[in-house]
């Protein structure tokens, strides 16, 4: 019941933040709206920031899902770390089309833009350590520090989002296909063994 609650709460939130727009809903509207009083909402929401928090990890959770299913995948690490950069750029570049209110603010806002990346910042972290690892324990990457890297590398790629949603490098000729591979390229070309 507790879970169900919480759910609804989401749901109806990410329903009125895509019609109306975050800073246009209050507390009060998703109550209502969820059938339920203010206290309800209180009781599993101290904010609009915490909900809103909720509805952007809710909306990433095909992101992360999709991001461990190519870990998990038996490919050379290299192979992984272009797959991942294709998959998160394309799996967010969904997130943000799909939300209405997600993706208003995230060309408006920088600060709710990094909040929302914040919240998945450290899995995407983690599973790219996974892949940096794997390349280092194969002798294929060199790496000092992984955790340094893989931090470096997520908030490289968050760093393209906004150009690959929009494709804004179309007029220096760079397709989305050519984003992927050039990051691609930047990175295994920086981290991988010589030998």
């Known amino acids: 019941m507790v879970k169900k609650t919480r759910d609804r709460f989401i ?26 009083g203010r206290r309800t909402i209180y009781t599993y929401f101290k904010s609009k920031r915490e909900i809103f928090n909720a509805v952007i990890e809710s909306e990433t959770d ?28 394309e799996k967010m570049r969904e997130v943000v089309s799909r939300n209405g209110s997600l993706r208003a603010g995230f060309f408006r806002d920088v600060r709710k833009v990094d909040r929302a990346r914040s919240i998945i910042a450290k899995k995407e972290t983690g599973l790219l350590m996974r892949i940096l690892q794997e390349g280092v324990d194969n002798d294929v990457f060199t790496i000092a520090d992984i955790k340094e890297t893989a931090l470096m590398i997520t908030n490289m790629i968050h760093g393209m989002d906004v150009p690959y949603i929009r494709n804004t490098l179309t007029e220096y000729g760079i397709g989305k296909d050519q984003i992927v591979t050039s990051i691609t390229n930047l990175i295994v070309n920086g981290i991988t063994s010589r030998h």
């Not at 933040?17 to 109550?31: L, P, Y």
């Not at 299913?69 to 998160?88: D, G, H, N, T």
């Open 11 to 36: 749901e109806v939130a990410r329903s009125l933040f895509a019609r109306q727009g975050v800073e246009n809903t209050t507390m009060n509207d998703i109550a209502t709206a969820s059938d339920k």
């Open 62 to 89: 095909d992101l992360i899902k999709a991001l461990r299913a190519i870990v998990a995948r038996p490919m050379r690490p290299e192979q992984k770390l272009q797959e991942y950069v294709k998959a998160r750029l």
